[in-house]
């Protein structure tokens, strides 16, 4: 369950804080690449959620542990955006009819998003995350946008703890459709579904 994210507004850029705008950089990392840099990550991540209302649902811990699930999926993909330090990340796997990883939810997952949005195949996002900056949501379009990109994927699917009202507002932002709770997945939570279209695709929902 996806958990990382900023809120909607960002506070005023500090002086150390870099000009983001043109000077972002995109770069995919191996599962190497990205098992060197997950300290750096988590601190993102970490700093991502500071002082908002969102924070009691980040864990360290949790993250990190997420990242290394992850990283062992079939078709993992991490994507980093940098200036002269990290400002953002996303990471994820694709599921569906290509053979790709479809364990989550022993399947339940690929059926009910089949079920919403008549899509079978799919890459679930499971962490995106922007630098409380002025320019998080360009980061945050970016990296989405260049993963369903990188995985041949025109619709991106994330679950969201019931109670994370922080973390729906800032998927809301850049550009996510809440389809509200679900039930049948495993765990003690119904999660929130969400769901993104790449650019040019319009989603269909039953």
């Not at 060197?36 to 969102?54: H, M, N, P, Q, Y």
């Not at 459709?177 to 929130?192: D, K, S």
Request: charged share 20%; net charge positive; aromatic share 6%.
């Amino acid at each position: 369950m996806s958990t990382a994210t900023r809120a909607p507004k960002a506070p005023a850029r500090r002086l150390d804080q870099p000009v983001l705008w043109d000077g972002i950089r995109l770069r995919r990392l191996t599962r190497r690449q990205a098992e060197d840099k997950r300290e750096d990550i988590a601190d993102l991540a970490a700093e991502s959620v500071a002082g908002t209302f969102g924070a009691a649902y980040h864990d360290r811990g949790d993250f990190l542990h997420r990242l290394a699930a992850t990283a062992h999926r079939p078709g993992f993909a991490l994507l980093v955006a940098e200036t002269t330090v990290l400002v953002g990340c996303a990471f994820g796997f694709p599921v569906g009819s290509d053979g790709s990883d479809g364990r989550q939810g022993g399947g339940t997952l690929q059926e009910i998003i089949q079920r919403l949005t008549s899509c079978t195949r799919f890459v679930l996002l499971t962490q995106v995350v922007a630098h409380p900056h002025a320019q998080h949501r360009d980061i945050a379009h970016r990296l989405q946008q260049r993963l369903l990109t990188d995985l041949h994927s025109s619709l991106g699917v994330t679950l969201l703890h019931p109670a994370d009202r922080g973390t729906r507002a800032a998927f809301s932002s850049w550009g996510w459709q809440n389809m509200g709770e679900v039930i049948g997945l495993p765990g003690p939570l119904a999660p929130c579904v969400l769901t993104l279209s790449a650019e040019g695709q319009p989603l269909a929902r039953r």
